[in-house]
């Protein structure tokens, strides 16, 4: 239904930080709950965060709250996980994805973008 394409990865020092981005495009896309994921090499994919369409709404697990922060400029199309204290364990692929409800289900999102690499060095 929407095609989503992140940017912002890169290559960090422990503690330091990244700003990724979601470029988003087609109909609706203020309705989607938008979630980030994120796989490390030899690991399942997993669920990071996800906010409401409205923005009023987030859903963290325990590993990133209070150093992760998700937000959305629906006049730009546009989700953002800000990620701060980042650790060597936060190095994977992360990816983009809408959903029509806050959930943690991957099968859940019905779209997905390409994946930008996030490497944290100790």
């Known amino acids: 239904q929407v095609q989503l394409v992140e940017s912002g990865g890169g290559l960090v020092q422990a503690g330091g930080s990244l700003r990724l981005s979601c470029a988003a495009s087609?109909?609706?896309?203020?309705?989607?709950?938008m979630g980030w994921f994120r796989q490390a090499p030899g690991k399942e994919r997993e669920f990071v965060v996800a906010i409401s369409g409205s923005g009023l709404r987030t859903a963290y697990p325990d590993s990133v709250k209070g150093r992760f922060t998700i937000s959305r400029d629906n006049a730009k199309n546009t989700v953002y996980l800000q990620m701060n204290s980042l650790k060597p364990e936060d190095t994977a692929v992360y990816y983009c994805?809408?959903?029509?409800?806050?959930?943690?289900?991957?099968?859940?999102?019905?779209?997905w973008g390409q994946g930008t690499q996030v490497t944290v060095s100790s």
């Open positions: 087609g109909r609706a896309y203020s309705s989607y709950v």
């Open positions: 994805a809408a959903a029509r409800i806050i959930t943690a289900k991957l099968d859940q999102y019905n779209a």
